[in-house]
């Protein structure tokens, strides 16, 4: 594989078909796949969505999980509905993740991710633990397909998703760095956090973005050098911890200048990669 080779995060909706084709035309050959529809999951579907990849001779480097019911409106919301957080749907949740990962395995995806929601912070409170066991199961689950589970960042301080991590203490549980979500959150300046949770990245979302305003309020997604991570010094770091895996890039807006502004990242990453 090529060294820190370029590619997209593709937010499958209804189509995962049209989706597919956009990830050629923006000039790339890998993705992320967010989570399909339940109908592609298996069966009829899933064939022709197989189909669908390996004629468009594109890798899908991870798969995320995705459930009914979330929503990142803004910071208050993102702790009361996102993954396996809260109690109401964590059952749910946890078989749903289980058949996310055997659907990544029946593609041959050796990495699942997801938000896990937010890690309260104090490890005595009894959620913590919950969420703790939880991720357990995740993690065993994906270990039997030989699969990695990448907890994506942001929601909580670089220190406290390490901390969980040990606590998780399985050795499939990795991480997917995304650095403008440290900001977009408040948890803390980027590139530390790389450097806090850099024996566990395995992949990374290339994304960029403000500061937030206000409390409880999430900070502005921007096009990639146009935020605050500062994207040179991003990739510096990660060629210093030695990371060589995927540079996946995330715009999460949608239409033709979503195309626009990843055909200038990917141009953007192309210079800083070197
Ligand atoms: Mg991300």
Same mark, same amino acid.
């Given at each position: 594989?090529?060294?820190?080779?370029?590619?997209?995060?593709?937010?499958?909706?209804?189509?995962?078909?049209?989706?597919? /084709?956009?990830?050629?035309?923006?000039?790339?050959?890998?993705?992320?796949m967010?989570c399909p529809?339940d109908?592609y999951l298996s069966?009829?579907?899933f @064939?022709?969505l197989?189909?669908?990849?390996?004629?468009?001779?594109?890798?899908?480097?991870?798969v995320?999980?995705?459930?009914?019911? @979330?929503?990142?409106?803004?910071?208050?919301?993102?702790?009361?509905?996102?993954?396996?957080?809260?109690?109401?749907? /964590?059952?749910? #949740?946890?078989?749903?993740?289980k058949e996310i990962a055997d659907f990544a395995d029946r593609l041959?995806v050796?990495?699942v991710?997801?938000?896990?929601?937010?890690?309260?912070?104090?490890?005595?409170?009894?959620?913590?633990?919950?969420?703790? @066991?939880?991720?357990?199961?995740?993690?065993?689950?994906?270990?039997?397909?030989?699969?990695?589970? &990448?907890?994506?960042?942001?929601?909580?301080?670089? %220190?406290?998703?390490? #901390?969980?991590?040990?606590?998780? &203490?399985?050795?499939?549980?990795?991480?997917?760095?995304?650095?403008?979500?440290?900001?977009?959150?408040?948890?803390?300046?980027?590139?530390?956090?790389?450097?806090?949770? #850099?024996?566990?990245?395995?992949?990374?979302?290339?994304?960029?973005?403000?500061?937030?305003? %206000?409390?409880?309020?999430?900070?502005?997604?921007?096009?990639?050098?146009?935020?605050?991570?500062?994207?040179?010094?991003?990739?510096?770091?990660?060629? @210093?911890?030695?990371?060589?895996?995927?540079?996946?890039?995330?715009?999460?807006?949608? &239409?033709?200048?979503?195309?626009?502004?990843?055909?200038?990242? #990917?141009?953007?990453?192309?210079?800083?990669?070197?």
């Amino acid at each position: 594989m090529e060294k820190m080779a370029i590619g997209v995060m593709l937010g499958v909706g209804d189509d995962p078909e049209e989706s597919l /084709r956009k990830v050629r035309e923006v000039g790339v050959n890998n993705a992320q796949m967010g989570c399909p529809p339940d109908e592609y999951l298996s069966g009829e579907k899933f @064939e022709q969505l197989k189909k669908a990849i390996d004629a468009g001779g594109i890798t899908i480097t991870a798969v995320f999980c995705g459930f009914p019911g @979330e929503s990142y409106a803004d910071i208050p919301t993102v702790q009361q509905t996102v993954g396996l957080v809260p109690p109401t749907t /964590r059952s749910e #949740r946890l078989q749903k993740s289980k058949e996310i990962a055997d659907f990544a395995d029946r593609l041959g995806v050796k990495e699942v991710c997801a938000h896990i929601g937010f890690v309260p912070e104090d490890s005595s409170e009894p959620v913590y633990r919950e969420v703790v @066991e939880a991720v357990r199961e995740v993690c065993d689950h994906c270990a039997a397909n030989g699969q990695m589970f &990448g907890l994506e960042t942001g929601q909580e301080s670089a %220190a406290a998703l390490k #901390r969980f991590i040990e606590d998780v &203490g399985r050795p499939n549980l990795k991480v997917n760095f995304d650095p403008a979500n440290m900001i977009l959150y408040g948890s803390g300046e980027p590139i530390a956090a790389l450097d806090v949770l #850099r024996d566990y990245v395995v992949s990374c979302h290339c994304k960029d973005g403000k500061w937030p305003t %206000a409390p409880g309020q999430l900070g502005t997604e921007a096009p990639l050098g146009q935020g605050d991570v500062g994207m040179d010094k991003f990739i510096a770091k990660l060629k @210093e911890i030695g990371y060589t895996g995927y540079l996946t890039i995330e715009r999460e807006i949608s &239409g033709d200048q979503q195309k626009q502004d990843i055909i200038a990242a #990917r141009q953007l990453l192309e210079k800083l990669r070197g």
